[in-house]
């Protein structure tokens, strides 16, 4: 069904007297079809949509739906309504959740919940926020050394209801210890009289529940892993990050990335289309301000070679074209390399095989940039100022490449986020190195 | 195991004279482990260990290789291992690895392989790259409708050795065509009498197979699915896309994206570390180029007020810095704007909302910016030029802005790639018009 029918249907079933209709609308239908079309509905729709649904249709709903909207519901849903709804989320769902409530709200919230609820909610939130911790759920399948394959495929049977997935399980010793895996596949394809700890996967794959959530998601990635297992120092399982999450980290990291190679300041929250414009603009205000006053340098530059320019006038038509080249070459090998290390493709200890290429690669690019440009130098100023403009670019070509380059290895190094190399940022850096660049030859040339 | 222990152990392996110790460290690690090893060593020992390995273990090491290695060993293995290992490969890897091929090579290998490797070859190659049946496989699991649940994991557990995955499986009528989905999971939970054709879920996500891949990626990630089926016109099913290659195409995606929005043009291949360096030069030259062109109207801006700037040098100080926060304000909002393109969270039609919003926020960011420059013209030109400065500041940025964000919309609207709208372009044309605006406002106030 389109969504635009699923709509219609879903208004069509709040007007009717009885629930019927909508359980059985919701229970055809994907839960992020249903928060989909919810999201589209104004406040109080939505609101009357998910007080009328199942808790663990709610529940499914709620979990699909943006932050801020999940935060309105949760500010008007009656207290029963909204402690049902928490109780049905995946504990990894619920962590995010009472994470982003006002403190105020969370602690009213959580005597309603159940004893062992409550514990997994306190040991998940203790993790702080990007690392493994508390991406993970502590929904996991569990298996015993001494089952036979069997009694553990029924063992999964019963577990299924409740488990974030069961196509992977986990074997653990008497103190809870990571001492294998096994997927569902294997145990299917294995003997039904073999022990789980004969045929049990020992080497498994895992991550430390500290590390940064990124971690997780570069692992499942690199393994195809369907789950990862989250250990604590001590090698006990402590939770599990499945494929789907590691697929919204992956999401969530790239955007980020992005933002900083644009020059905007960390996390824009889940939507650039609905962020407060307040929000916004403290996001985007400091590296523009700060970037003015980088700015100041090359125009700096420019003071200290006032007098030639006095004297030679046309050097300025071409000061736009040399330093924005010099810019563009520099993000483009910024971004390059940004890209490369977040995948990575490009380690710091490359650097010396990197920089050599780049030199070539500049060189190149350097010469043809060049030649395009020493036409336009012979027709408006002749063969000096030809001379002197090709002279320029092939440096500045070469200088802001090796900048964009260097700047992301050296934030690294400096154990900063080479992301933060931002295409803004390298640009005017690459700028004013140019500015003095092309003035100096040109004074060079043309005074002395 | 580390890998620097795993590189040691299959270095003496490779020297042990029976391969018993070489088969039994690559049962125990993970393929992807083999591989990074692998990638690690020298061409001959590469390939020393690639031809020492099991068919199955060379084939599983063979696909976790970067594509320029996975090309150098086919040109060196002998021709009956290399057909060896493409026949284990799973068919997306193999189609993947058949189009890189140089066509000589992969039409002197085709006859080698079995008539249904043949003809799965030959099916899936038709697709053309970039859409979903150049990324899906064959290798799905099937049930019937009017098998019983326990008859159906039977079913799996025999399908099991040869599919890309039995966690989720589809059910098709006599011609072939997709009426229903049931995952591992709900077959375990539901009554081992049932019918598959009542417990199945009729309403099935599906993708067709000429979509772009992205498509199948976005549709995988927002629906948690650990399978996505494709569907031909007729409804018929012709492959899968599982949840890991989902992962790549979507990592795929937003490195190309990146790249673009950088400067670069399209694909780079799957490593700019190891990507030969004449490619490098193509795939940068051209915007680089371009945007020397573009840079010249900026210029032309300049040439036209020459007058103004031979009276009034010192107005070249801020040059830089005002022609500087346009190009960045616009590379800000345009990096904002392809992002949230991308990710499905802003659309088209969406512009009147975005514009207004962007207007409030570039005003209040103009305004911040101009108090912040003011002090400099006060400081260097008194308070005509401080004025000026302001003046074309809050002008400037609110452009700029405005050039960022409607470009990536226009370029939509023509059917372009938005992330074409890359920081350098969207910085040439901010810097140009920037240029005319300052230089106008300087001359109005100046000299008429």
Redesign the interface.
Known sequence: ?KRETLAASLREALEAPDAATLDELAG???P?DIAAVAAGFDEADRLRLLQRLSPPERAAAFSYLDAPLQLAAARSLARGALAETIAELAPDERVDFFNRLPPAVASSLTPALVHAEREDLRRLRAYPEGTVGAVMTSDYAVLMLAQTTGEA?ES??TQ??DRET??QAYVVDGERRLVGTLS??EL??APASARVGEVMIE?V?AVAADEPRSVAAAR?????L?ALPVIDDSWRLVGIVT??D???V??DE??E???K????LGD?G????TAP?LQ??RK??F???L??????F???G??RF?DT??AY??L??????L???S???G??S???????MA?G??HVR?WG??LL?EL??AG??GA??AF??SG?GLVRGGPQIAAIVAGTMVTV?VVGSLIGLLLPLALNRLRLDPATAS??LV??IA??AG?VIYLSIATHVLVT
Chains 1, 2 share one sequence.
């Not at 300025?316 to 074209?321: E, H, I, K, N, Q």
């Not at 910024?334 to 490369?340: D, G, I, Y």
């Open positions: 069904m055809e239908h994907h992020a495929i999964l049977r299924a209801p069961i196509y569902l596949r299917l394809l080497d794959i499942i990635a690199e393994y195809d369907i494929y789907d590691a697929m919204d992956a999401e790239a955007t990335d992005f933002h190679a644009g020059g905007t824009l889940p939507s650039f289309r414009i916004l603009y985007r205000v590296w523009l301000v970037l003015v006053f980088g700015n100041v090359s125009g700096a420019i003071a006032e320019i006095a006038v046309g300025v038509f071409f000061l736009p074209l330093i924005g080249s810019g563009n070459a993000a483009q910024a971004t390059l390399m940004v890209r490369a995948t493709d490009v490359d095989q990197l290429r070539f690669v190149l690019l043809t940039m395009a440009v336009i070509v295409a803004p640009t005017s700028d004013a500015v």
